[in-house]
């Protein structure tokens, strides 16, 4: 089967690399997460299938990839970059690395370049023996091609049906985002010139700072420290420590790129303001982020204890028109962990 109006364009290495901006799309209107570039990069409005023999498979996060070699429309052998979700993703709804094997012979659906490479964002593969897989669960849920997490340990519910307390707890599923944001015109001139393929610091698997780590599609964890809460990110392993009760002089703390963040308790509300921010953008769209950016975030438990509600008002004069406003929510799967992610590059 050959890819409708496929184009060869030859890649460079860097467009074979793994795309790793940091997108949410948790809107009512399509709640799939687009993260790591693939809004951008590529067309989903009118999806194509290639049928050829997989050539390699890295299946490691933050992007699971496999290189597939097809019979273009001019006949000749033509290879393609085939990107998947990530290896955590996948585990979740129970493949692993042995799914999908060099030699295989599979018919792949998915979104194909907006570029014009020979390069697609895989949905779904049917397999040799005629098993269809989501390799990218969270398209796949939102299409209804069957993305079901995979059943968790009773012990681990068990255990975590325990040990929760109020925030304190692994979030996992989440969605419900929206947000509102309008640019400086010197912002919008560098958003302009923003190039996926060479700007963003994930390509080299740097992880992004705040705001923009906060957006992501993996559990989080929120752990009680006595007098400071340690948030923990599965997607780039990521710390934030929240300073409770803190009488530090902030402008005296060191710039990081997480930036220094004090939280207090408004009742069951979780209040946490975060500045010293050193990380150059907002989001992964290339919004240049300056040192007097100040985040203002707010984390609140429903009432039936199964939701995670959040909101961010972000001010950054220089680069913002007027505060920027977040608002989604993370849901609690009982018995859900934090995996390891060590983001990881395919070799040349």
């Known amino acids: 089967m050959k890819p409708m109006n496929a184009m060869t364009a030859a890649s460079s290495r860097r467009c074979a690399l793994p795309l790793l901006v940091v997108v949410l799309t948790w809107a009512v209107a399509a709640p799939v997460s687009a993260h790591h570039g693939t809004a951008p990069r590529y067309d989903f409005s009118d999806p194509i299938t290639i049928e050829g023999e997989v050539t390699s498979v890295f299946w490691r996060n933050p992007h699971v990839r496999l290189t597939v070699s097809i019979v273009g429309e001019n006949g000749e052998p033509e290879v393609w970059d085939v990107e998947a979700g990530s290896m955590n993703a996948l585990e979740r709804i129970g493949y692993g690395a042995d799914t999908i094997r060099p030699g295989d ?105 705040m705001p923009a780590m906060m957006n992501n599609p993996y559990p989080i964890e929120f752990v009680d420290e006595g007098d400071r809460i340690l948030l923990r990110l599965e997607e780039w392993d990521g710390r934030r420590v929240i300073h409770l009760d803190d009488d530090a002089d902030v402008d005296s703390q060191p710039a990081t790129p997480t930036g220094y963040s004090a939280g207090v308790w408004e009742g069951e509300t979780l209040v946490v303001a975060t500045s010293r921010i050193n990380y150059p953008y907002h989001d992964d769209r290339g919004t240049p982020q300056s040192g007097d950016s100040v985040i203002l975030e707010r984390f609140s438990v429903a009432d039936d204890g199964n939701r995670l509600n959040y909101s961010a008002v972000i001010t950054d004069p220089r680069n913002l028109a007027e505060p920027m406003t977040i608002e989604g929510y993370w849901t609690w799967v009982p018995g859900e962990e934090i995996k390891r992610y060590d983001c990881t590059l395919p070799s040349d």
């Open 105 to 209: 012979r599979v018919v792949l659906m998915g979104g194909r370049s907006r570029l014009g490479l020979p390069t697609m964002a895989v949905v779904t593969a049917t397999l040799p023996d005629g098993s269809e897989v989501p390799l990218w669960p969270q398209r796949a849920a939102a299409l209804g091609l069957g993305a079901e997490r995979a059943q968790i340990e009773s012990a681990a519910v068990e255990a975590s049906t325990e040990s929760a307390r109020g925030i304190f707890r692994v979030w996992g599923r989440r969605g419900g985002y929206d947000r509102s944001v309008s640019y400086t015109p010197e912002a919008q001139a560098a958003r302009d010139q923003w190039s996926l393929l060479d700007d963003d610091p994930a390509l080299d698997c740097i992880p992004p700072g």
